[in-house]
Nanobody, 126 residues
Framework: QVQLVESGGGLVQAGDSLRLSCAAS????????MAWFRQAPGKEREFVAA????????EYADSVKGRFTISRDNFKNTLYLQMNSLGPEDTALYSC???????????????????WGQGTQVTVSS
């Protein structure tokens, strides 16, 4: 069982930056592929970014490519999402997710993930 707790969300202006964190409780969190998803009001949950357990490989949604960076610190059991050049279209509840995986596994489908956090709200004003 892995417990995930997100933090770092808030209310910012367009053009600002935020860094989200996701703290994992598992002692072996480094054996998990992880990802960030987001869900805006009235919309379906969408993939944002994913990373292998080693941190060597990443994937991004086209809408955030070049602005967001996913990373992880396995010693601290923490996943990060650095978000730059935020716009109102980035307003959503951001959740991290984890799944047991091999070293090269990277997943972008929500259905592939077993463990989810409660989310942290990001609101970007224009």
């Amino acid at each position: 069982q892995v417990q995930l707790v997100e933090s770092g969300g808030g209310l910012v202006q367009a053009g600002d930056s935020l860094r989200l964190s996701c703290a994992a409780s598992a002692r072996t969190a480094s054996d998990y592929a992880m990802a960030w998803f987001r869900q805006a009001p009235g919309k379906e949950r969408e993939f944002v970014a994913a990373i292998t357990w080693s941190g060597d490989n990443t994937e991004y949604a086209d809408s955030v490519k070049g602005r967001f960076t996913i990373s992880r610190d396995n010693f601290k059991n923490t996943l990060y999402l650095q978000m730059n050049s935020l716009g109102p279209e980035d307003t959503a509840l951001y959740s991290c997710a984890a799944r047991p995986a091999g070293i090269w596994t990277i997943s972008v489908r929500a259905g592939a993930f077993v463990f989810w956090g409660q989310g942290t709200q990001v609101t970007v004003s224009s």
